[in-house]
């Protein structure tokens, strides 16, 4: 059981925008910054968003990221074949004093 | 850029240590924090603890009384033990570097990873 929330799957056609969600709580996404990774299949995962919308370089800017209350989300938009993967979202958390992941969701490219 | 290389075994048996490196290359290991977070089968990933360059730790309360991250500095690489292990502790190990700017904080890059399996 992980501490933040993500759907197990989301899916979409080329071209489409999806989002992934992550709901967490006060002690993580409510008082600190977003993190999310992708992870290609059988691969370690990869920094995609920072600090709740920042794109590491080299990330294209079809991915964004944002954040709301104890609440964020992932979007990609203009969806492609190589989008295929694991996404995870990941905050601090004051009360574990340590690092919170989601999850995991599986986004399929139909 | 700076590249993560895990080694270590990749089998171990119940009730032993579990005891991998990541060697650092391509950049320095100083001023920096170094993690590692696992990944069981199929699940989400679980922040193990990291440690800072000068040695200071910080561990994952539900592994602390097992887990020791320790640095070499002169070596370039920094190590897990995890003690007392079981079946729940077979995942994938990755090490990753700690970036913080501020209050904000993320991982990257990653090591490729290795799978450890807990069994007689």
């Known amino acids: 059981q992980s501490v933040l929330t993500q759907p197990p799957s989301a899916s979409g056609t080329p071209g489409q925008r999806v989002t992934i969600s992550c709901s967490g709580g006060n002690s993580n996404i409510g008082g600190n910054t977003v993190n999310w990774y992708q992870q290609l299949p059988g691969m370690a995962p990869k920094l995609l968003i920072y600090?709740?919308?920042q794109r590491p370089s080299g990330v294209p800017d079809r991915f964004s990221g944002s954040k709301s209350g104890t609440s964020a989300s992932l979007a990609i938009r203009g969806l492609q074949s190589d989008d295929e993967a694991d996404y995870h979202c990941a905050a601090w958390d004051d009360s574990l004093n340590g690092w919170v992941f989601g999850g995991g969701t599986k986004l399929t490219v139909l | 850029q700076v590249h993560l290389q895990v080694s270590g075994p990749g089998l171990v048996k119940p009730s032993e240590t579990l005891s991998l490196t990541c060697n650092v290359t391509g950049g320095s290991i100083s001023s920096y924090y170094w993690s590692w977070i696992r990944q069981p089968p199929g699940r989400g990933l679980e922040w193990v603890g990291y440690?800072?360059?000068?040695?200071?730790?910080n561990y994952n309360p539900s592994l602390k009384r097992r887990v020791t991250i320790a640095v070499d500095k002169s070596k370039k690489y920094f190590s897990l033990k995890l003690t007392s292990v079981t079946a729940a502790d077979t995942a994938m190990y990755y090490c990753?570097?700690?970036?913080?700017?501020?209050?904000?904080?993320?991982?990257?890059?990653w090591g490729q990873g290795t799978l450890v399996t807990v069994s007689s």
């Open positions: 440690v800072f360059f000068s040695g200071g730790t």
């Open positions: 600090s709740n919308d």
């Open positions: 990753a570097r700690l970036q913080i700017s501020g209050t904000n904080n993320w991982f990257d890059p």
